[in-house]
C-alpha cells in the first residue's frame, strides 16, 4: 500500500501520510508522517502482565516508551535532559490511552507501547499519539474513538496549527490538545508558556478542528487497509 498522502486543510501545504502494518514482529503498527516529523509506533499485546505492581485484576494496563532517535533532530541534546522529557512524553501517551482503550476487556492483561521519533520537525507529541491510534486499531485493540492530537501558536492574532520546529523556537503560547473527535471528549491538554485569556475560544476551536480533519484521513488510511486485507481473503467489508 503507497499510504494516504494528503494536504491537511488547516494549514496548505503542510502534508500528512500515513501507514499501518509497517511492523511485521508488532500485534500493531504504525509510521505517521506531519510535515517533517515521522514517527512510528509498534504495539505488543494484549499479554499477560509480567509486572506485579502493575497488575489489575479489573482492567489492563498500558506501558509507554517514547524515544528520539538521536538522528532525528539537527542537534543532540544532553541524555539526562533527553531521558527526562521522554519519560514526561510516555507517561502523557499512557494516560491518554487509558481514557481511550476499553481495558476493562482485558484483565490481569497489558498492553506495550513503542513510540521512536525518526525525524523531528516539531509537533512530536501529536504526531506521536496520532500514530499510537493508528497502531492500536492495527492490532485489533478496542477503543472508545480515535484519539487524535493537534497543536496550535498565537502568531500576530493568528492562530497556527501543526506547529513546526521554527515555529515552536519563537517561545510563543504553544496549546496542544488530544480528543476523541465523534463527541469532542478531551483527553489531553497541555500548554507550554501563556496564552492571553482572548485567543483561549479561537485556538480550543481551531483546535478541536484540527483534531477533526486529522481523524478523516486517518479513518481513510484503515478503511483502505481493511478493504486491501479483504481483497486477500476474497471478502467484501463493510467500511
Not at 32 to 39: F, L, M
Request: glycine content about 6%; proline content about 3%.
Amino acid at each position: 500500500s503507497s499510504g494516504i498522502n494528503a494536504e491537511w486543510p488547516l494549514r496548505p501545504g503542510r502534508k500528512l501520510k500515513c501507514e499501518v502494518g509497517v511492523a511485521q514482529d508488532a500485534d500493531g503498527s504504525a509510521i505517521v508522517e506531519q510535515g517533517y516529523t515521522k514517527v512510528l509506533v509498534t504495539v505488543f499485546g494484549p499479554h499477560e502482565c509480567t509486572n506485579r505492581n502493575m497488575r489489575d485484576n479489573d482492567r489492563g494496563v498500558i506501558a509507554c516508551s517514547y524515544n528520539k532517535a538521536s538522528f532525528s533532530a539537527g542537534t543532540r541534546m544532553r541524555k539526562l535532559v533527553t531521558d527526562k522529557k521522554s519519560t514526561e512524553v510516555s507517561v502523557m501517551i499512557q494516560n491518554t490511552f487509558e481514557a481511550a482503550v476499553l481495558l476493562e476487556k482485558f484483565p490481569k492483561s497489558q498492553i506495550d507501547i513503542f513510540v521512536q521519533v525518526l525525524q523531528g520537525d516539531g509537533g512530536e507529541r501529536c504526531v506521536a499519539i496520532n500514530a499510537t491510534t493508528l497502531a492500536l486499531i492495527n492490532s485489533g485493540i478496542p477503543m472508545k474513538d480515535y484519539v487524535c492530537a493537534c497543536a496550535a501558536t498565537i502568531y500576530q492574532d493568528t492562530a497556527l496549527m501543526d506547529i513546526n520546529q521554527l515555529e515552536e523556537s519563537f517561545r510563543g503560547p504553544l496549546f496542544m490538545l488530544a480528543v476523541m473527535p465523534k463527541t469532542e471528549q478531551i483527553v489531553q491538554l497541555q500548554l507550554d508558556n501563556r496564552l492571553h485569556n482572548d485567543h483561549l475560544d479561537k485556538v480550543v476551536k481551531q483546535t478541536i478542528q484540527g483534531c477533526k480533519d486529522i481523524q478523516l484521513l486517518l479513518d481513510r488510511k484503515i478503511k483502505e487497509r481493511t478493504v486491501e486485507a479483504a481483497a486477500a481473503y476474497d471478502i467484501k467489508p463493510r467500511v
